[in-house]
């Protein structure tokens, strides 16, 4: 599968622009601040419906405007298909499919599946766990497209409960708060347990490819390997930030996984009733990538971060090639030649070329190896021009 145009209204700095794909390679140069990241993060917004950027729609509607629409009609096995993404502001985001209305969104997703490669990748490994649960949410999304509403429901629980928590907290505990809390911690832990999951068996479907790629592109034998922190298990509670317990959850299934975060929630109730926040979920858990026998974060090189950013990136797109129902996967190459040196940037090309379509952005085009050279388009001030 591959896009074959984009149509961008209102979208980050573009007016109205449209611009015609070509499978195989393309190239998109300019200089600094033009719209080419703007430009990718469109058509990588249309696969798992959130931004590689930023955690919410709002920055990416044009200043001055109240909505935004990305469209983009793809092309599969001699068959054209339309997907259509309205971003508002001030109402409900909406789809349309083939130029009809959907129900949810979420119901565009599973047609269009996209691995993109971002200068921030290198907070995947360096930085906090946000930027890892964000790699693997986003991966789970496209594989399975109705985790979009168990995460939304996951969100909204969660906000619920720690307001019941927090008004639990200042006006003291009584019985009534205490039963609808317990109405809250079933929701939480079937929601959370189910994610939970997910992220245990996606990381454990990313191992092989995660260590063939690291090998070829660092070429050598410091094997990485992955692991789940998970705030389920034990007596502590993790901070969201660092901690240096070295108890990883092994299980990835669900019955297991849900007895486990119903007896840590009851255990933990008095610390969640004296904070008034709730301490136990994913949205407390960390994705631990340890290289050889020491954690990445912290220990590996610059280099060793970035190889190791982009073998998770390239397993990604091994597992997504396999899973996907309509084919390759968009592979979308952000800028990163200018971060890699020079037998890294080879590499990378030889693992990537032969993908249906890849899309390049570059601001100096002597980075891009030569191999990746094709179809070339100029990106200025939110305008797209075919060279
Ligand atoms: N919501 C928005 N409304 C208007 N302009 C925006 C909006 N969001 C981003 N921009 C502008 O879009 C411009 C282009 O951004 P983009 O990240 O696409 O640049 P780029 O071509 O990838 O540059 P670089 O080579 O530095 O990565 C920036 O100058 C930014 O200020
Ligand atoms: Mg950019």
Redesign the pocket.
Known sequence: MFVKKVRLTNF??YQAAVVELAQGVNLLH??????????VEAINLLASLSSHRVAGYG?????GEQSAMVSLELFHEDRDLLLEYEINLDSPNRARLNKSPVAKPKDILGYLNSVIFAPEDIDIVKRDPTNRRAFIDQLIVQLAPRMLGVYSDYERVLKQRNTLLKSARLTGTKGDALSTLSAWDESLVNLGSEIIAARVNTAEKLSPGLISNYQKIAKTNNEPRMFTKSSILGSLILTGEESDDTEYLETGDREEITKLFREKLLRIRQKELERGITLVGPHRDDLVLILGSLPAKGYASHGESWSYALALRLASLEILCQESRFGDPVLILD?VFAELDADRRVKLAELVRNNEQVII?A?VIEDVPESLIAKRFS?VAGEITND
């Open positions: 980050r700095n300019g200089s600094n601040g033009q719209g080419k990241t703007n430009l920055p990416l509607v044009k200043q800028d952005t601001a990106v």
